[in-house]
């Protein structure tokens, strides 16, 4: 049977986080690995209500099949935020539902990738951007992301040397690491890519969720022909709807919708318009400072029992917002092998090696701090503090 699966499906890695995920519907392991929002803050009364109104005023029209691009209420939606929040002036016709960004990912990676074209990605990268383009064959070439944003010299010998369709970037509270491209970064970036047929491609499911400092400039603004930009409303509202948005220029929208009526038609149109009448009947942005607020105070509850467990030696980001903090051990050390001793100490996490294209193992990993209260951050911090201790 092995040899009936195309080599494009045997070459993708399984996503490291679902196998992890196994591992800890134990209840009694405290969990710092999904990349997970906190369900206490789903609004889950203002949707039943969005619902039921959806269904009282629409009727059978809201079951039928809808159009590819996505409902146009939801696409107005994104393109008054876009204007409002960074002053993007983004058409409506250049905005497509997706079924998740991840979709918006995998058909990005369709529409421009064949096998063997040169890709970008940052190190460490979103591992469901890696699993999604490994897809379809490309070469990657990893840069260095690091407090203030990407390695500019690498980056520059990458472009200077490849042709790279696709430069793929988490530019704020990237997952893994947390950290955010100052504006210095992302300028110095568009200026390498200024004049070249490389696509930026600007991935931000967190950028909402900011604890701390000013909203930065977006690529769109800089570089508006050689920039994409992916959005979501799975950690503002609720994952399970599955809806986000792609936004691209004309030419390359068309490509887009293409691919996107050969992979589903179109996305949950029931999901769209009761999403739609949730966020025309109440105040995102005051249920993003709730979260915000949550999400700040956890933040603040792990770096203070890192800080207070964890040997001196280990390094560790502290993010101005978003999910997740990444956690350098002393060289040398495994984080797989950490990970199987934290384990029988009843806590996981996700260590460093899928965050990479080409490792084996690494001594880095990645900590979650939106689903779990404050005292078991401080607990689950201080088992896995006396794990790395013994490693040690």
Known sequence: MENAFSDRITDVPKSFIREILKVTIDPSIISFAGGLPNRLFFPVKALQQAAH????EAGDEILQYANSEGYLGLRQFIADRYRQQEGLDIPVDDILITTGSQQGLDLLGKTFLNEGNDLIIEEPGYLGAIQAFAMYRPRFHPVTVSEGGMDITALGQVLGERQPKLLYTVTNFQNPSGISYSDENRRAVADLVRGSSCLIIQDDPYGDLRFSGTRKVSFKRILPANTVLLGSFSKTVAPALRLGWLVAPHPIMDKLIIAKQAADLHTDSLAQRILYRYLCDNDLD????????????????MIGAIQQFFPPEVR???PAGGMFLWVTLPEGMSSMALFEAAIKKKVAFVPGTPFYVDRKDSNTLRLNFSCSDEPTIVE??????DSIKKLY
């Open 53 to 56: 109104d959806v269904f009282e």
């Open 286 to 301: 005051l249920h993003i400072a709730t979260i915000i607020h949550q999400y700040g105070k956890q933040k603040e509850a």
């Open 380 to 385: 689950g911090i201080k088992r896995l503090g």
């Open 316 to 318: 560790y980001t502290n």
